[in-house]
């Protein structure tokens, strides 16, 4: 059986950070793992027992991560060779979009409550997690932003520039 991931068109040439971004971690298998990972979750036992994921679709999941640098190996036995897998700074970098995912299941698919509620340890208060401008502090809304050509733009991408139908 060929892996999905294998089998999908890639991305890599398109100039679009999201498309590329999805190209590593935009298969739910992955996004899952991710979960896992911020809840604590290293080994591979783990993910299965956690999941209930077959153990070929884990593998590939897991060796396209290290291969991207979201999760590093890390031996804990030599005799056979074990190893379990840590978030990098690149992974952990991933927590926002969990994060968002998260409120937004909440908001639309948990009608009898979050599964999950996410608890700020400095305050020991429940985390109220927001989407702000690093200048103003204002919220960011869709109907508040419009994307502009950066730096790395060849050209304008008008599929990002908010039209009047999101406003």
Sequence with gaps: MVDAVARRRSFDDMNCSIARALDVIGEWWTLLVMRECFRGVRRFDGFVERLGIAP???????????????????????HPRRVEYRLTAKGR??????????????RWYAQDGPPVVLMHAACEHRADPQLVCGHCGDKLDP?????????????????????????
């Design 93 to 106: 970098d991933v927590y926002p979009v969990i994060v968002a995912l998260l409120g937004w299941g909440d």
């Design 56 to 78: 070929n679709i884990l593998t590939a999941r897991l060796r396209r991560m290290v291969e991207h640098g979201v999760l590093e190996e890390r031996a804990y036995q030599d």
């Design 143 to 167: 109907r508040t932003i419009r994307a502009i050509p950066g730096r790395g733009a060849a050209e304008p991408a008008p599929s990002l520039v908010a039209t009047a139908a999101t406003r």
